[in-house]
């Protein structure tokens, strides 16, 4: 972690994307003197200069000039005009936009345990890494919106960088679809996530599945869906007990790639049924990524979001016999054994 991080100067203000609830939705700082953003006065001019600025279309020598906490110029060679300049040589340096990371779960309860970071503390991990913004999931409190935004919001109270919400729909009643509509117009919420799997807890089935992507598609929001057949990763589950494999390692063998494709293949139909785009989160296995393709190559709007742990590791971690590095390798769907994909 040290020499990328010693070799990146994070331009932290330069994407402000999405709502963050520590501002009012949709209200962004304006370029000059406006009150309350980036901190105002006289600190608020910066220049960093001599970096090699990197964004999505290039990466060129220049310098960025930033007033407010906007990103004013970026050009080589801007002059020091003002003495209330705060300079910062980026000399040998990359500068670049903080990463915004759309999949996040801090401080979640679930499964009668707490995700270990809160917004602090996974705040101050995705800086540390070049995330500066994230965008994390509510989950409903009994099926009750409002009541799971208010619940988060206290879990945001200590927030260290900007965040966004979008929210998970674990039930669904005539209440939860006039809610989804105040999460749309009233949180800026753009878009709903439904649970394939995780069956007797956040689970959703098609009889729910259905009106949901009926609803965002009247709403205009994006429908996402956790992609594993949850009734078959049960019964995975049971057969892993049954021969006594209760360690990490059972994890990955109780929920193959094979359920993780059928649901991924069964969402983008139901979405094509309905005609409403499909977002289909941490996409981990070959199965769930060749029904994206296909899809995609026959013209649907299906968008599969890769996950760095699939791509950088396999399910060879699940067999450490220290459970505590073992257990650290625990995801759903699970990291996939090495070969998978070169089949
Ligand atoms: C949902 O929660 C909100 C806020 O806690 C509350 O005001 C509302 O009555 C609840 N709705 C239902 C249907 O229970």
Known sequence: MTTPSRRLLLLLPLLAVAVAASHPAHEFCAAEGDAGCGGGGDGA???IKGGTVVNAHRAEEADVYIE???????????????????VID???????????????HLA??????????????????????????HIDF??????????????????????????????????????????????????G??????????????????????????KCKSLGALAMV???????????????????????????????????????????????FINTPLYVVHVMSVDAMEEIAKAKREGQRVVGEPVVSELALDDSWLWNPDFTIASKYVMSPPIREAGHGSR
């Open 45 to 47: 001019r910066i220049l």
């Open 226 to 272: 956790h992609a594993e057949n949850g009734d078959a990763v049960a019964e995975g589950q049971q057969r892993m007990i049954n021969l006594g494999i209760t360690g990490p390692e059972g994890h990955a063998l109780s929920r193959p790639p094979i359920l993780e494709g059928e649901a991924t293949a069964r969402a983008i139909r139901l979405a094509k």
């Open 108 to 133: 979640m309860e679930f499964m009668g345990t707490v995700t270990i970071d809160d917004f602090f503390s996974g705040h101050a991990a995705a800086l540390a890494g070049g995330t500066t913004m």
């Open 68 to 86: 407010d906490g906007v990103v004013v110029a970026i050009r080589p060679n801007i002059p020091v005009g003002d003495v209330n300049v705060r």
């Open 138 to 187: 509510v989950i409903p409190v009994n099926g009750n919106l409002t009541a799971g935004v208010e619940s988060y919001k206290q879990k945001a109270a200590n927030a260290a960088m900007d965040y966004g919400f979008n929210m998970a729909i674990t039930k669904w009643n005539d209440e939860v679809a006039r809610e989804m509509e105040v999460m749309v117009k009233e949180h």
């Open 90 to 104: 980026a000399t040998g340096k990359y500068v670049m936009p903080g990463g915004i990371d759309p999949h996040t």
């Open 189 to 214: 919420m753009n878009y709903f996530k439904f649970f394939m799997a995780y069956k007797g807890s956040l689970m959703v089935t098609d009889d729910l599945l259905l009106p949901g992507l009926q």
